[in-house]
């Protein structure tokens, strides 16, 4: 990875955190159905002119009930779940909530998919929830708040997004990247929309929660989802992923910085707990530790 790429990965990780941002301040305002039905409409209409080509539309039509299911589990209901929580919980700590979807994708591959774990694997799950649990623990305790609710809340989303990337690998690993992100927002639209009508809000939200629900779908989505595949291209799938570590930070920060959200020491115990869960589930512990252990080895 250049210099370049890698601060295009860091600049995407930092839009990505910074959506927590837009989404705890716009969600009182607009409701977490409109919201999310005015960010994942704003994306399509941007993303969809991408994908107008013989090809893309062949995939979209051949596959659209699989690309349906993935617009419902990978951004409908995860979307208007966070939104829903983000009502009760700080925007850093759904930041790292967020990051337990690679510990859902290999507990559901490997009960739905009979993919292997590791018993590194089967540490970091245990690492990963335990780390949850602390950071329930300490949210609660902050906020002098029981935030069961909200935390389940972000646990089935971040349970569907595992569930989708294994749906995805499963039966839509041939339709394209861009086709699949453009079309499950188009589907994730489609079925928000008959449900906007019963929860629009009450009053017209101010101008700012307006500019907030533009820029989480345009700058948060849209953007980010062509940087995300740029990133794809240039560096592959399994560097462009390690944005999934770096988004928590960024939520966290940004959190502190522009809502002063407050890290107590024992939130902080839960979120190296997660992080770590997260790294050892997916691996990364194990391949830097084996790419030193190749480059300590004498040469011949």
Same mark, same amino acid.
């Given at each position: 990875?250049?210099?370049?790429? =890698?601060?295009? /990965?860091?600049?995407?990780?930092?839009?990505?955190?910074?959506?927590?941002?837009? *989404?705890? !301040?716009?969600?009182?305002?607009?409701?977490?159905?409109?919201?999310?039905?005015?960010?994942?409409?704003?994306?399509?209409?941007?993303?969809?002119?991408?994908? +107008?080509?013989?090809?893309? !539309?062949?995939?979209?039509?051949?596959?659209?009930?699989?690309?349906?299911?993935?617009? #419902?589990?990978? %951004?409908?209901?995860?979307? +208007?779940?966070? $939104?829903?929580?983000?009502?009760?919980?700080?925007?850093?700590?759904? $930041?790292?909530?967020?990051?337990?979807?690679?510990?859902?994708?290999? /507990?559901?591959?490997? /009960?739905?998919?009979?993919?292997?774990?590791?018993?590194?694997?089967? #540490?970091?799950?245990?690492?990963?929830?335990?780390?949850?649990?602390?950071?329930?623990?300490?949210?609660?305790?902050?906020?002098?708040? #029981? $935030?069961?609710?909200? %935390?389940?809340? !972000?646990?089935?989303?971040?349970? #569907?997004?595992?569930?989708?990337? +294994?749906?995805?690998?499963?039966?839509?690993?041939?339709?394209? @990247?861009?086709?699949?992100?453009?079309?499950?927002?188009?589907?994730?639209?489609? +079925?928000?929309?008959?449900?906007?009508?019963?929860?629009?809000?009450?009053?017209?939200?101010?101008?700012? $929660?307006?500019?907030?629900?533009?820029?989480?779908?345009?700058?948060? !989505?849209?953007?980010?989802?062509?940087?995300?595949?740029?990133?794809?291209?240039?560096?592959? @799938?399994?560097?462009?992923?390690?944005?999934?570590?770096?988004?928590?930070?960024?939520?966290?920060?940004?959190?502190?910085?522009?809502?002063?959200? *407050? =890290?107590? @020491?024992?939130?902080?115990?839960?979120?190296?707990?997660?992080?770590?869960?997260?790294?050892?589930?997916?691996?990364?512990?194990?391949?830097?530790?084996?790419?030193?252990?190749?480059?300590?080895?004498?040469?011949?």
């Amino acid at each position: 990875m250049q210099i370049r790429e =890698f601060l295009e /990965l860091v600049l995407l990780a930092s839009i990505w955190g910074a959506s927590f941002i837009f *989404t705890r !301040t716009a969600t009182p305002e607009f409701g977490p159905i409109s919201l999310i039905t005015l960010r994942a409409g704003l994306a399509s209409l941007i993303l969809l002119p991408f994908v +107008c080509n013989r090809a893309a !539309t062949r995939q979209l039509t051949q596959h659209w009930r699989g690309i349906l299911v993935v617009g #419902l589990t990978n %951004t409908a209901i995860p979307f +208007c779940l966070f $939104s829903y929580s983000l009502l009760h919980i700080g925007a850093g700590y759904a $930041s790292v909530m967020n990051a337990t979807a690679p510990m859902f994708g290999a /507990l559901i591959g490997w /009960l739905w998919l009979k993919q292997r774990l590791s018993g590194l694997a089967v #540490l970091g799950l245990l690492i990963g929830f335990m780390g949850v649990s602390v950071l329930s623990t300490a949210q609660a305790a902050a906020f002098d708040t #029981l $935030s069961i609710l909200p %935390t389940l809340a !972000t646990l089935v989303a971040t349970a #569907l997004y595992g569930y989708a990337g +294994c749906f995805t690998k499963q039966y839509l690993s041939d339709v394209k @990247p861009m086709a699949l992100a453009a079309g499950s927002l188009f589907a994730a639209t489609i +079925c928000l929309v008959p449900l906007n009508i019963w929860f629009m809000p009450d009053t017209l939200p101010s101008a700012k $929660s307006w500019g907030d629900a533009i820029a989480l779908g345009v700058l948060c !989505t849209a953007l980010a989802y062509l940087m995300y595949f740029r990133l794809i291209a240039s560096v592959g @799938p399994s560097n462009a992923l390690t944005v999934a570590y770096l988004i928590p930070a960024f939520g966290i920060m940004w959190g502190i910085i522009l809502l002063n959200e *407050t =890290f107590t @020491p024992l939130m902080w115990l839960g979120v190296i707990l997660v992080i770590c869960g997260v790294l050892l589930v997916t691996g990364v512990l194990k391949s830097l530790a084996d790419k030193r252990r190749l480059k300590s080895k004498p040469a011949h």
